[in-house]
């Protein structure tokens, strides 16, 4: 089960690697690690946010070693999404390993293709795909579309992206 | 009553809607103090000349100057030999190497005329060398036509926009490509049926790759740039995608989901390309529009849209142009 938390931590030596500890002791996988040290609360603890795969059964184990090691936990295994965006695809999406595309932007760990929509109007012909990607944060969801921009350039796709995407 | 003698160079849709304008708006322009005369019209067969103004009813029906010609002399040399105060210059644009145009309007400028053009080529070419022209023999070059046609843009930012500083210019400025991916999206139609259908209108050009390869956007942005942006931007750095790959099973995968695809400009990213807009968007125009969005720091978004081509419309622009020259007050004489 995949889940996220957003902890906080003190701006002293040695705290992120004691907040992994729980994780390591709970067989916890740790997909990616986000450290805000330049997004500092008022409290004046650093937020982190961690993506892992773990036994449902474990996580309060998890929550319950954090908070004794005198870390926060502001939230746990909610949706950690919070930012999405549309991208359409046009060309050789299916022959050019879909799978793969779709990994590279799965494998991020901060996003992930959440919908996909597909035509292919005939053999031969450029297909088109629809991808609605969410990630963690504005800053993720501009990281996804160099990702896909780059799978665009060689793979030969065209990548469509929203007008709004370069606001954010 | 101020007298203006104009030479017309380029006799293509563009010069007889120039023609016309002046014809139809004579009352009004004279009721603003300024009696606007074409004193000259010059295309590559000859020039027609008349001191006293000439009657469009001359040129009723011509497609070119053969036959209707009065002197022999062409391009620089009429614009040269011709007692005027002001070029507009219409000749056919091009965009690699900005001529003719681009030598009408150096002449012009270096023998003291102001010049009003619609051709983007020379501006693209050489914009920051022709505003230096102007500067220093004393007067003006507008370009009001060459971006968006009639929609008011850069007279916008110059004049109601000014104190405010420009953050970014975005939109569709090819009423070409927003019409063929209007009817795709809205007809199922596949590109090349949507652009033979433009050309059977007379919407694309036989050969549409200025437009759909987006090189008439890139031209816009280019002049934006510089213009507004005081950027030497050239045509090469634009990054650019034109419109030819797009499907109308993506447009319609992209309407499901509240989006419409426009081939959007953007300055000062330099960007030509296919973009998804949302299509409640202000920028979500349809069929031949064009439309830009003005970002500023002061007072928020502006949306400006009209019609982008057509023979009395840029023309409209470019009267818009020559009164704005005889009524700003940097010129005195």
């Not at chain 1, 995949?2 to 690697?17: A, F, K, T």
Request: glycine share 10%; net charge negative; aromatic share 4%.
């Amino acid at each position: 089960m995949r889940l996220s938390m957003d902890l906080e931590l003190q701006d002293v030596p040695g705290q992120l690697l004691l907040s992994l500890e729980p994780f390591k002791k709970y067989k916890g996988n740790i997909i990616s690690v986000v450290h805000h040290r330049d997004r500092k609360t008022p409290r004046g603890t650093v937020p982190v946010q961690i993506v892992f795969e773990i036994d449902p059964s474990n996580i309060d184990n998890v929550k319950r070693e954090l908070q004794d090691n005198g870390i926060v936990v502001v939230r746990a295994g909610e949706d950690r999404f919070i930012e999405e965006i549309s991208v359409l695809l046009i060309g050789h999406v299916v022959h050019t390993d879909l799978g793969d595309t779709i990994d590279r932007i799965d494998s991020t760990g901060f996003a992930e293709v959440e919908d996909l929509s597909l035509r292919m109007p005939g053999i031969e012909e450029p297909s088109s795909a629809y991808l609605r990607i969410r990630a963690t944060g504005k800053e993720e969801i501009e990281k996804s579309l160099s990702i896909l921009r780059e799978v665009g350039r060689a793979k030969d796709l065209l990548v469509i992206e929203p007008i709004e995407a370069e606001k954010i | 009553m101020r007298s203006v003698r104009i030479s017309l160079v380029g006799f293509g849709i563009v010069g007889h809607g120039v023609l016309e304008v002046v014809r139809r708006k004579r009352e009004l322009l004279r009721r603003m103090g300024l009696d606007l005369k074409v004193v000259s019209v010059t295309d590559i067969k000859g020039t027609l000349f008349d001191e006293g103004g000439i009657d469009p009813q001359r040129l009723h029906g011509a497609k070119t100057m053969e036959g209707i010609a009065n002197l022999e002399i062409i391009g620089k040399e009429a614009i040269q030999e011709i007692d005027s105060d002001l070029v507009v210059e219409v000749t056919p644009t091009n965009i690699v190497h900005g001529q003719p145009g681009l030598g009408h309007i150096e002449e012009a400028l270096s023998l003291g005329k102001h010049v009003v053009t619609s051709n983007k080529g020379p501006l693209v070419v050489g914009f920051n060398h022709l505003q230096e022209l102007a500067q220093d023999n004393g007067v003006m070059l507008k370009y009001e036509a060459t971006v968006g046609g009639t929609m008011p843009l850069i007279s916008l930012i110059e004049k109601n926009l000014v104190g405010n500083e420009i953050l970014s210019i975005r939109g569709i400025f090819n009423g070409t490509c927003n019409y063929i991916l209007t009817r795709m999206m809205e007809e199922k139609y596949t590109y090349s049926y949507a652009l033979t259908e433009a050309q059977e209108l007379g919407i694309a050009e036989a050969n549409p790759a200025y437009d759909v390869d987006g090189i008439d956007t890139a031209g816009k942005v280019v002049i934006l740039a510089n213009s507004v942006f005081g950027m030497d931007a050239k045509y090469d750095d634009v990054s650019v995608t034109g419109i030819r790959d797009i499907t109308p099973e993506a447009l319609n995968l992209a309407w499901e989901r509240g989006y419409l695809v426009k081939l959007i400009g953007e300055v000062p990213s330099l960007t030509v390309k296919p973009m998804l807009v949302p299509r409640r968007s202000p920028l979500a125009v349809g069929g031949t529009l064009n439309v830009a969005s003005i970002e500023t720091d002061l007072s928020g978004t502006i949306t400006v849209t009209g019609l982008g081509a057509g023979s009395i419309e840029t023309a409209s622009a470019i009267v818009s142009d020559i009164v704005s020259i005889y009524t700003s007050r940097q010129i005195d004489d």
